[in-house]
């Protein structure tokens, strides 16, 4: 019997244009849908992509949205791992990085082009991620689209919220501007549509799902999901076990499996030695955006007052100017830390395949994949006990042993038991070892996520 099918619309993907972990999700979980689902996955063809692929022209159409005729038109891409189709609209696609220029327009097109598409190909069902498509569940609504529509929370912070005199040229009907609908403290809320008008919601970590049911941790949105609860679910990411593979990672310098652990050093002694850093210590490392969602004022602030002895840390990072400015500052007082400003896929690769530590001191993670990338790759992951990290660092059903450290809080005191306390580890090999194979011997797979999404779109629709 042919499988049902699924359309699952993303603003990025890794192997095109990435801004974050969504794109990462993008790329792994389509592949693993397959196995129930006949995934086709649709994004935007933008200008600014790192990657191009090899596209041929499939359809083309025009939509009406106040009054102004906006002319789609459709590729697929050859050789990929599922159906991949792009779409191109000058206004959807016509700019320099993802989030400049009219972006309330530019996601509201791309929602408008979602809806029709699931509608005209009869899709079964329309998965849609995050705020950029969640408009696409009301319109595709407003078609009596028949299909299931699932909608994903990747990131609450983040919700698509403009001035309410935009909804006309987005193409919402004003019946929608209320507080029961789109409206949200006087503005437009993109997130809302996808909560309200999908069949079933799921967030990307079973504790991050009961955060987002209280505030602050919901960004005002906590009694719309209380009301929407009985279709509102957490369901853990994975991580893609074949792009990240520390055996086959053609970025790393030396590759590794469990067996052949002792030959990770030869990573870490690239690191040292491209950085100047000893070699004898215990080499912590932080990878990630500069922001404070990542915990990384809280880590400044630790740092600031407390000197590193018998550990290293290499902080690698881009983002906000003033913090990247404080950690340069803090560069010249610390002998023992080291910073590099930028993004660097195959830097940050041979750090999760060299260092032993991995600090993620976020104040919140939705689900974090850091952690996960660090446990496939043998470094001992350092966290705050939240969200996703909590989920998949504490000891569960599936994994009984405890994953790596967790800190209770991002207060110094914490910073400095949790350095300690690696820092002990460190010095006992085989114990480090142990936990180091362990982590690396965990099905951290998309597999189990993607049975589970099943279920639930088979219960819901
Ligand atoms: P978020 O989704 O909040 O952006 P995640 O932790 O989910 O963060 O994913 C971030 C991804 O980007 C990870 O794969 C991480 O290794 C990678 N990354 C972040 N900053 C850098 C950097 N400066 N250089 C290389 N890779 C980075």
Redesign the pocket.
């Known amino acids: 019997m042919a499988k049902p099918t699924l359309l699952f619309a993303v603003s990025e993907h890794l192997h095109y244009i990435?801004?974050?972990?969504?794109?990462?999700v993008a790329s792994a979980l389509p592949k693993a849908l397959e196995r129930y689902y006949d995934v086709t996955l649709l994004m935007p063809l933008y200008d600014c992509m790192n990657t191009s692929p090899s596209l041929k022209e499939v359809a083309n159409f025009s939509l009406t949205i106040d009054a102004l005729h906006y002319r789609f038109t459709l590729y697929e891409a050859a050789n990929t791992p599922y159906r991949t189709l792009f779409i191109y609209e000058a206004n959807l696609c016509k700019v320099t990085q993802i989030y400049s220029g009219d972006v309330a327009l530019r996601f509201a097109l791309f929602s408008h082009a979602i809806a029709y598409i699931a509608q005209q190909s009869r899709f079964s069902v329309l998965s849609l991620h995050d705020w950029h498509t969640a408009l696409a569940a009301l319109f595709a609504k407003e078609k009596s689209f028949e299909g299931c529509i699932h909608f994903n929370i990747?990131?609450m912070l983040f919700q698509g919220v403009f001035a309410l005199h935009n909804a006309a040229k987005l193409g919402i009907s004003k019946r929608y501007l209320r507080f029961d609908a789109l409206e949200f403290y006087d503005q437009l809320n993109f997130m809302k549509a996808g909560i309200i008008f999908s069949d079933l919601i799921t967030t990307v970590s079973e504790s991050y799902a009961n955060a987002l049911l209280q505030e602050p941790k919901a960004h005002g949105l906590a009694s719309t999901l209380h009301y929407y609860k009985k279709k509102f679910y957490g369901v853990q990411?994975g991580l893609d076990m074949q792009e990240f593979d520390p055996m086959h990672d053609p970025m790393l310098q030396v590759n590794y499996d469990a067996n052949t652990l002792q030959n990770r050093a030869q990573n870490r002694d690239y690191i040292c030695n491209r950085f100047a850093l000893p070699k004898t210590v215990a080499l912590f490392a932080f990878?990630?955006?500069l922001n404070e969602?990542?915990g990384v004022l809280e880590l400044i602030a630790w740092l600031q007052q407390e000197t590193l002895h018998n550990a290293t840390l290499l902080i690698?990072?881009?983002g906000d100017a003033q913090i990247a400015a404080q950690l340069r500052a803090l560069q010249a007082t610390q002998p023992n830390l080291h910073f590099?400003e930028?993004?660097?896929?195959a830097?940050?690769?041979n750090i999760?395949g060299g260092c032993d530590f991995l600090l993620?001191p976020?104040r919140f993670?939705?689900?974090?994949?850091?952690?996960l990338?660090a446990m496939r790759y043998g470094a001992v992951v350092i966290a705050h006990d939240v969200d996703g990290l909590h989920d998949t660092i504490a000891p569960s059903a599936t994994a009984p042993k405890q994953r790596g450290l967790l800190m209770p809080s991002l207060e110094p005191h914490h910073f400095s038991a949790a350095f300690s306390q690696a820092v002990a580890l460190y010095e006992k090999r085989t114990e480090l070892e142990a936990l180091q194979r362990y982590t690396m011997s965990i099905d951290l797979g998309w597999q189990r996520s993607a049975a589970r999404y099943h279920t639930l779109l088979s219960q819901s629709c």
Do not use: C, V, W
């Not at 990435?18 to 990462?24: I, P």
């Not at 930028?342 to 896929?345: K, L, M, S």
């Not at 993670?365 to 952690?371: F, Y």
């Open positions: 990435k801004t974050g972990g969504l794109a990462d990747h990131n990411n990878i990630g955006r969602q990542k690698i990072g881009e590099f930028g993004y660097d896929e830097l940050s690769r999760y993620m976020s993670e939705p689900s974090g994949l850091n952690q990338i």
